[in-house]
T-cell receptor, first 111, second 116 residues
Framework: GNSVTQMEGPVTLSEEAFLTINCTYT??????LFWYVQYPGEGLQLLLK?????DKGSNKGFEATYRKETTSFHLEKGSVQVSDSAVYFC??????????FGGGTRLMVKP | DSGVTQTPKHLITATGQRVTLRCSPR?????VYWYQQSLDQGLQFLIQ???????AKGNILERFSAQQFPDLHSELNLSSLELGDSALYFC???????????????FGEGSWLTVV
């Protein structure tokens, strides 16, 4: 079946540090890949997505590249801000149209 | 604001009771999804409806049921509630099928259910 594994948190960084949150997946077929973010007390917001191998999704300074050879979709940002503190979810979309989520990674950015 | 509206935002109820969570999808979206977020299980897909018909079923308990009405709003009914049902329940919607097609699935802010 489909599954998504992402690094456990919390990840604690200082402002302006480089961020990487690892995400790997197992899937049949050709899934789409997503990163969602959940700010404290809010719902899930789509951060970025990629629909095929080698695609790069980007938004708000965050990037992730769909790597089929390593079945990965790692999230990166060059310089994090305090306002980026949130829980980040990697997700896989399959032919059944629902999303399979990873366990979430809490990011804490300190000033 | 995603355009997906969920009510109520918070709900506290006793074990054994029944509750109904309501969701209005984004305008024009035909698919509605329900997810459960709990501390121990993470985000779990429950069920999907498309234009009034059940499309896919995930880890939904038999005590839970859902439906999508002709105006496309959806309700999730939770009965014989147990302490372990305490969770954040998300509704989401997409134009057609999301997921593999790459169509974005938009989430509401969730309904917090506390069972005491």
């Amino acid at each position: 079946g489909n599954s998504v594994t992402q690094m456990e948190g919390p990840v604690t960084l200082s402002e302006e540090a480089f961020l990487t949150i690892n995400c790997t997946y197992t899937a049949t077929g050709y899934p789409s890949l997503f990163w969602y973010v959940q700010y404290p007390g809010e719902g899930l917001q789509l951060l970025l997505k990629a629909t095929k191998a080698d695609d790069k999704g980007s938004n708000k300074g965050f990037e992730a590249t769909y790597r089929k050879e390593t079945t990965s979709f790692h999230l990166e940002k060059g310089s994090v801000q305090v306002s980026d503190s949130a829980v980040y979810f990697c997700a896989l979309g399959n032919a059944g149209n629902m999303l399979t989520f990873g366990g979430g990674t809490r990011l804490m950015v300190k000033p | 604001d995603s355009g997906v509206t969920q009510t109520p935002k918070h709900l506290i109820t006793a074990t054994g009771q029944r509750v109904t969570l309501r969701c209005s999808p984004r305008s024009g979206d035909l698919s509605v999804y329900w997810y459960q977020q709990s501390l121990d299980q993470g985000l779990q897909f429950l069920i999907q409806y498309y234009n009034g018909e059940e499309r896919a079923k995930g880890n939904i308990l038999e005590r839970f049921s859902a439906q999508q009405f002709p105006d496309l709003h959806s309700e999730l009914n939770l009965s014989s509630l147990e302490l372990g049902d305490s969770a954040l329940y998300f509704c989401a919607s997409s134009v057609v099928g999301g997921g593999a097609t790459g169509n974005t699935i938009y989430f509401g802010e969730g309904s917090w259910l506390t069972v005491v």
